[in-house]
């Protein structure tokens, strides 16, 4: 299923389980190039400005890889926790990938509520595993205080390798086929085709 399709269904099921349908303020903030609490890219600009960094990656030799960073429980953190300590769940892992991607050509967007993209460019499968593995502890290591609340949060990472003229959806749909994959697996893990090939080896 192309990832933007996945996106549709994803609103299907919010309405479907009675979450808060998107508000004026979320259906303006998606058609902006920039997401405003992160500053990062939007979904519309990782694709507008993502495929042509593919397509520039493979024409040069340039290894990449594109990633989905999805915020482990949020539906449940959404529900429990105030606007405010959310936001701040948000922005803390937006400076984390900021902080981790800083002095790269890597490419960061905001996906959706609780997903983040990042086209990896110069790392190959096995490097950006690594990275992903790297940042993913880094984030698990965080505590969120705000107000009387006080926890932890994890985030699965599904990576997919750019190896030959897809198009920039399928590189994002293979991704958030391994996220699903870890997620599936009980969340707080990187999965990609590199790590399935290690599992099996091993």
Do not use: W
Request: overall charge negative.
């Amino acid at each position: 299923m192309p990832y933007l399709l996945s996106q549709h269904f994803r609103e299907k099921e919010r309405l479907t389980y009675g979450l808060a349908a998107p508000s004026r303020i979320q259906m303006e903030t998606a058609s902006l190039a920039t997401d405003p609490l992160t500053g990062f890219a939007s979904l519309k600009e990782f694709y507008r400005l993502g495929e042509p960094l593919v397509r520039k990656s493979l024409a040069e030799g340039i290894a990449c890889a594109v990633a989905i960073v999805d915020i482990d429980h949020f539906r449940r953190l959404n529900a429990v926790h105030c606007e405010e300590t959310v936001a701040q769940v948000l922005k803390t892992t937006a400076a984390r990938l900021g902080y981790a991607c800083r002095g790269s050509r890597h490419f960061l967007a905001r996906l959706g509520d609780e997903d983040f993209g990042m086209l990896l460019v110069g790392l190959d499968v096995a490097a950006a595993t690594e990275f992903c593995e790297k940042l993913r502890l880094d984030i698990a290591g965080i505590r969120i205080v705000s107000g009387d609340a006080d926890f932890s949060m994890t985030v699965s990472i599904g990576l997919a390798e750019v190896c030959g003229p897809e198009t920039f959806d399928n590189y994002l749909n293979a991704a958030e086929q391994f996220l699903f994959m870890a997620k599936s697996h009980g969340r707080n893990r990187v999965l990609s085709d590199y790590t399935i090939v290690l599992q099996t080896a091993g």
